[in-house]
């Protein structure tokens, strides 16, 4: 009767362990994401006490080689993933990966307070990070020198500037790369000299400023009727990316940062819902 009574407590030991077990989803990736990432993690874990999120940083290349190693259920990123990364994803996994857009944001060119500049051309930006502009009395600034702030080159963030701004030309040697978008606004806004750029929701402690896309056009800022509009030059998608469709908790996750609670997450930390 003992060894019965043992052998049913372990049963119920090992079942009530299985009612109880913990559901864990690993994000990891943008910086430029991280703090809604964390914020989404946050809220829906406060609904769904059997589901464990945890969230790190450390770039989108970072996340996107988490995802290709398999040490990571979602990849944050504020790029897309290249073909050549897709690339591996399949020769690993067998898939090219699921790309899922979770946000919009307005990448922001940022200054500090003090200085009187307040719109810039993507010609005027174009040169100013590859190094043909280094003084702001060139675009209507006081006599000083530009010092710009920008990202490691594992992030999305300076991917896509790159790409999308530099027009794939090489940035500028006297460039300060910086860890964060975070440290990026740290630094301009100690700097009165500084120009650096980031998500629109780091956009804290800095002024924005209105970009034109060319000499002629009227100046936007990074609102989110500009950026849905078009009208602001330098939006893009914030995605999530997975190895393969998602099922399960993971499923139920990702659908609900698409829904209207994880979307309205996207509101609050200052980016821009993708409905």
């Known amino acids: 009767m003992k060894r019965l009574a043992v052998v049913v407590m372990l049963a119920t030991v090992v079942f009530g362990m299985r009612l109880n077990a913990e559901e864990r989803i690993t994000v990891k990736g943008s910086d430029t ?39 990571t259920d979602i990849c944050n990123a504020s790029r897309p993933m290249k073909p050549s990364e897709r690339d591996k994803l399949k020769q690993r996994f067998g898939t090219r990966g699921v790309e899922i857009k979770a946000a919009l944001d307005g990448l922001s060119v940022y200054v500090n307070d003090a ?7 993507l010609d005027q930006i174009r040169s100013i990070y590859t190094g043909k502009i280094t003084n702001w009395k060139e675009v209507n600034g006081p006599d000083q020198k530009i010092i710009p702030y920008g990202r490691e080159n594992n992030s999305g963030t300076y991917v896509y500037f790159k790409d999308n701004v530099l027009m794939g030309d090489d ?29 629109a ?20 800022g990074p609102t989110q009727e500009n950026i849905k509009s078009g009208l602001y030059p330098i939006s893009r998608y914030l995605y999530m990316y997975v190895k393969n469709r998602p099922t399960g908790a993971l499923k139920d996750y990702i659908d609900w940062t698409l829904g209207s609670d994880g979307q309205s997450i996207v509101t609050e930390v200052g980016y821009f819902p993708i409905h």
Request: proline share 4%; aromatic share 6%; glycine share 14%.
């Open 115 to 121: 200085n009187p500049v307040t719109e810039l051309s």
């Open 33 to 71: 994401m991280v703090i809604l990432a964390q914020r989404w993690a946050e809220r829906y874990m406060a609904g769904h006490p059997n589901v464990v999120i945890q969230v790190t940083g450390g770039g989108s290349g970072t996340g996107i080689s988490a995802l290709i190693n398999g040490t």
């Open 201 to 220: 929701a780091y956009g804290k402690g800095i002024r924005e400023i209105r970009v034109k896309k060319d000499s002629s056009s009227p100046s936007y």
């Open 171 to 199: 940035y500028t040697a006297t460039m300060q790369s910086m860890p964060g978008t975070a440290a990026v606004v740290n630094a301009v806004a100690k700097d009165k000299n500084g120009i650096g750029y980031g998500g």
